[in-house]
């Protein structure tokens, strides 16, 4: 019986909606601190970090638990949400919640669905191209040498880098009268065309999608616009959410009043400090 | 206060004839309803009213009419136990009410509670979560022990007569929108968590009531909060968190 009950009862819902939620918390709080790098980092600081989000095993489990944590509050909150629906198969004529309830905690299925849809969206336009986009960019930068600008594309060793003239890009159409030197294997491998020897790595350029993304000229106020909307939605689920989490999992006590200061606090910074990257973005870079 | 005055007032009344027929809110307008009459003596008024017209006159449920019984519930104006805070019905006073007021009453709005008739509706459901564990088990053989004999922390005693105080009239179900039963639930299960005498059974109380709670019906708690805000009897969510920790703990045994 103890089983079933943790999985399928009323309260054993509320325990995974509070730990899936409070860990989605701390998936917010850690992708907060990498995010701010695009303002207070440089572009390469920023790469570096993307790297090491995409390829660190510990991170990799860390982000496995985060899909996980993201479907299964998603599908829980629908099951309870259908659920509630049939409890009250018939509604009042006259209701008056707003006398005993925040809206924020009336209407956490709405906030919660539309945050789910900022997530696809966001990861299509984000997460999907660093994964798989195979044009995505590799970073470069313009150095003088001897008077002479150059641009070459970085490599993960520091002071390694490689002149872009010497470069086949998988992307480009190669001139077989005169072959380049270098190709570009695997998206970021760097390869001796003659010898077909791996040569170094470069880095992908988040931080360049990123930037692009926020100031294009047609579409770039357009998401400036509506990721500020989505961080809105977020703070709403989160001040009723970060303190309900604690009420599922039974902790309500002498420190409930704390809880619930700080659990505005981060409703309301975290979302704020998410939404002023890109309008940092598009408004002053 | 002011003394009392006599208003008119218009009534929209759920009317349902039985527990199978479909129901529809029905438009009612009462003259000379005294501000200093309770809102169940206006009801009174309205059915002398209705059997004076020969129509059928209003259910609704009532017994002790002094707030500690349980029995009345009714949705006045879109709240359980109408404008009032800390109240039943029976100690609601129609001067909350100004001349010329509409007044809605609905019955509560549960699947678990299904509408016998009019603004009556089947609170059974409470009777056999109550059932399913909320009782200590005491030898009755003729060696009965005192139950003071057992010291009992003031604090704690304190906490469990808080939740005792639960009269069951469903209104943490009715105003919940999720109809959810967790605050009635978590006082039943706290009032004996909370006391030695409850200890012995507190593993299966907590599994069998959740257990009767989800077969009923009721919907799931998103802590709203506004069964606290609503409950006559000032129930804190404090008990619903207590259930959840008395059921983590019977889970996990």
Known sequence: ?285 | MSAAKNININLKIWRQKNVKSKGSMESYKLDNVSTASSFLEMLDQLNEQLINERKEPVAFDHDCREGICGMCSLYINGRAHGPDTGITTCQLHMRMFNDGDTIYIEPWRSKAFPVIKDLVVDRTAFDRIQQAGGFVSVNTSGNTIDANAIPVPKHDADRSFEAAACIGCGACVATCKNGSAMLFVGAKVSQYALLPQGKVEATQRVMNMVRQMDEEGFGNCTNTGACEIECPKGISLENIARMNREYLKASLK
């Open chain 1, 1 to 285: 019986m103890a089983k079933s009950a943790l999985l399928k009862s009323s309260i054993a819902k509320k325990y995974w909606m509070a730990l899936t939620g409070l860990f989605l918390c701390l998936f917010l709080a850690g992708h907060l601190a990498g995010n701010l790098q695009l303002i207070f980092g440089d572009a390469l600081q920023f790469n570096q970090y993307a790297l090491f989000m995409t390829s660190n095993p510990a991170v990799k489990l860390l982000s496995y638990v985060t899909y996980f944590s993201i479907l299964f509050h998603a599908i829980d909150g629908i099951m309870l949400t259908i659920q509630n629906k049939k409890a009250r198969p018939v509604a009042y004529a006259m209701n008056n919640p707003s006398n005993n309830s925040t809206l924020a905690s009336r209407n956490m299925a709405v906030l919660g669905t539309l945050i789910l849809v900022f997530i696809v969206t966001h990861m299509v336009n984000f997460w999907a191209v660093m994964h798989f986009d195979k044009n995505m960019p590799l970073m470069k930068q313009t150095v003088e040498a001897q008077g002479m600008k150059q641009e070459v594309y970085l490599g993960r060793e520091v002071g390694q880098f490689y002149p872009a003239d010497q470069i086949q890009l998988a992307t480009e159409p190669a001139n077989p009268m005169m072959p380049k030197p270098m190709v570009i294997k695997n998206g970021t491998d760097i390869y001796n065309a003659q010898a077909n020897v791996k040569i170094g790595e470069l880095f992908k350029d988040l931080h360049k999608i990123t930037f692009a993304f926020f100031q294009n000229p047609k579409t770039g106020l357009l998401a400036t616009i509506l990721y500020v909307l989505a961080m809105g939605v977020l703070a709403f689920h989160l001040l009723h959410g970060f303190q309900s989490a604690f009420q599922s999992l039974g902790v309500n006590n002498k420190f409930t009043p704390a809880i619930k200061t700080f659990g505005k606090l981060f409703a309301i910074i975290v979302p704020l400090l998410f939404a002023i990257i890109p309008v940092y973005i598009h408004f002053v870079k």
